[in-house]
């Protein structure tokens, strides 16, 4: 990683106290499910966030969700602390996506199916994980911000326009014209911020999944998957669910629980 980027990283903000008290309850062993609500519902404007994307069509739940402890009895505490750290992070950054060719209701719509496609393929079978994998999915795009930043501030949209072009490849794309790439900068923000070390290694490592640590594994490949099958502009292909399914052949994931979460979350 350059230090031009590692400096833009130690220049954010730390994460707001309500994060912190979300990270704190999620990582007590001790904790509740009552003792997350409280939490949630002590911040109105999180609550409202955090309804609205659970009330979401791509979660394809029948009935509207209209408190925090329905919400978490629905999806779980390590989901709804995904939702949390979503809209808490994201109101961290000044966002501008134009260089990816994208606007930033693009890219909100991006972590959402991403996000979305997940928790369909995830949340029963693979439940265990998501306290991971929920806010993993939602966060890992972020270090765009960061790259977009610096693509902008050195005026290399044009180098940066004709490498994606060129190699069909957004990340190596960033890391021939920026020498980073997303998943590094994304991890290197939250490590920053003292996430578990399984978020951030999952995050670092969802690329190239046998790389991350063997309890990471399995995470950084569902995250793989994943972000292969709904591409930066959030709009899932023949082609990327194809190169998505190879992958799950690959790593001997569930095909059947994927083409099922493949039609409700897609």
């Not at 130690?10 to 990582?27: C, D, N, R, T």
């Not at 519902?41 to 791509?58: C, F, G, H, Q, V």
Request: hydrophobic letters at 45%; charged letters at 25%.
């Amino acid at each position: 990683m350059t230090e031009e980027i590692l400096k833009k990283i130690k220049q954010l903000p730390p994460l707001p106290e309500s994060a912190m008290q979300i990270e704190a309850v999620y990582q007590d062993p001790n904790s509740s499910f009552n003792d997350m609500v409280k939490i949630l519902e002590k911040d109105p404007l999180l609550t409202a966030d955090i309804l609205k994307a659970a009330n979401s069509p791509l979660y394809g739940f029948s009935r509207e969700i209209n408190a925090i402890s329905q919400a978490v009895g629905l999806f779980g505490m390590g989901t709804v602390r995904g939702f949390a750290l979503a809209s808490i992070v994201k109101k961290s950054f000044t966002l501008d996506l134009s260089v990816y060719g994208i606007s930033n209701d693009m890219f909100s719509e991006l972590s959402k199916r991403q996000h979305a496609l997940i928790t369909a393929w995830c949340m029963r079978k693979e439940n265990k994980l998501m306290g991971i994998l929920s806010p993993a999915a939602f966060l890992v795009e972020i270090g765009k911000v960061i790259i977009a930043q610096q693509i902008m501030l050195t005026s290399k949209e044009a180098e940066f326009k004709e490498a994606m072009g060129n190699l069909q490849d957004v990340e190596a794309a960033e890391m021939q014209v920026v020498g980073t790439n997303t998943p590094e900068v994304s991890a290197t923000i939250f490590k920053l911020w003292k996430f578990e070390e399984g978020l951030v290694d999952t995050i670092a490592h969802c690329q190239e999944p046998d790389q991350a640590l063997e309890e990471d594994k399995k995470a950084a490949q569902f995250l793989h998957v994943v972000r292969i099958a709904i591409p930066i502009n959030g709009v899932a292909t023949e082609a990327s669910i194809a190169a998505a399914k190879d992958l799950v052949t690959k790593y001997s994931l569930d095909m059947e629980s994927f083409e099922n979460a493949l039609e409700s979350a897609v």
